[in-house]
């Protein structure tokens, strides 16, 4: 926004200067009679100047300078779920020299952002809402910082974890992809939904968790067959029915998910064939949060 520089300037006053008349006196008489004087009257004083308003030269700012131009919008998409405990700031930033700007400020914990483009070639940053500079750019100490030459598609999913973990997943990877790169998300058959699930934010994960669906009898097997347990850094999809369902997940001892729950429930909207959703999952047993998002 173009500034226009204050201007100041302060009223001056005339010095007055006073004429001053010497009183001139002359004496004569004689012995006999006392001497005579005479009195100069005093000139008239100078007529007085009229105050005049006198110019102070003003404090000098800096020219106003043009806001930086708009970053231009690249084709990749980021949404920067927040699975921190305290709110952040996602910022938009360029390469080479760096410019920034605001993404979306204040992403409360459990928030997701709208998708965001940041320039090409460019990235986006996170950092604790209010504080920390988006342009640095060594020893910067951000919460988490997209890849910059790495990654499929036109969606990522950037994760902010509050064990200090950032993982990146691609929402549309290419297809030979899925299955050997896991920041690939499954995609999802063209004659059914998907449901992907992230539970790599769990306390309880490490040693792996099955997934129920309410009114389904024993545990779900993971849509490709894998045999793998969901956790970690191993992201499953699930067959989803399309009118929506609940889902919990168990420990990786309880094979028939007949137990208590560790998470959950869940609950996921109606969804069209075709489609995926995206859970993700985080916390310790028992205060389980999560998140679902539609990826298509």
């Known amino acids: 926004m173009r500034r226009s520089p204050a201007r100041r300037a302060a009223r001056g006053a005339s010095i007055l200067l006073l004429g001053l008349v010497a009183i001139a006196t ?5 012995s006999s009679a006392p001497p005579a004087t005479t009195d100069t009257p005093a000139t008239g004083a100078p007529t007085m100047p009229v105050a005049t308003d006198i110019p102070i030269a003003s404090a000098t700012e800096p020219p106003a300078t043009e806001a930086p131009a708009p970053l ?9 779920v927040n699975e921190g405990t305290a ?8 390469q080479g020299v760096v410019t920034a700007a605001a993404g979306q400020l204040g992403v409360v914990p459990g928030g997701v952002t709208t998708d965001l483009f940041p320039p090409e070639p460019g ?10 500079d988006p342009t640095c750019v060594t020893d910067c100490g951000f919460l988490a910082e997209s890849s910059t030459n790495f ?37 999802a058959d063209p004659t059914g939904a ?19 669906f309410e009114g389904v009898n024993g545990c ?35 094979r028939t998910c007949s137990g208590t729950a560790v998470g959950g429930p869940f609950p996921l909207d109606p969804v ?8 993700l999952l985080w916390g310790p047993s028992g205060t389980v949060q999560g998140l679902a998002m539609p990826l298509d």
């Open 26 to 30: 002359s004496a004569c008489g004689s």
């Open 220 to 254: 779900v097997a993971d849509a490709a067959g894998s045999g793998l347990l969901l956790g970690g850094t191993t992201v499953l999809g699930y067959e989803l029915p399309a009118d929506g369902v609940t889902v919990f997940v168990h420990p990786a001892s309880d």
């Open 272 to 279: 069209t064939v075709g489609m995926r959703s995206f859970l």
């Open 151 to 187: 990654g499929e598609g036109g969606l990522r999913i950037l994760v902010v974890g509050a064990d200090g973990t950032a993982p990146e997943f691609w929402a549309d990877p290419n297809p030979e992809s899925v299955g050997t790169i896991g920041n690939a998300l499954p995609l």
């Open 123 to 132: 990235m986006v940053v996170v950092l604790p809402a209010g504080s920390g």
């Open 87 to 94: 709110a952040v700031d996602v910022w938009l930033r360029t």
């Open 72 to 80: 231009v919008p690249g084709s990749i998409a980021y949404r920067v």
């Open 194 to 212: 998907l449901l992907v699930i992230d539970a790599g934010g769990m306390a309880d994960a490490k040693f792996g968790l099955n997934v129920s």
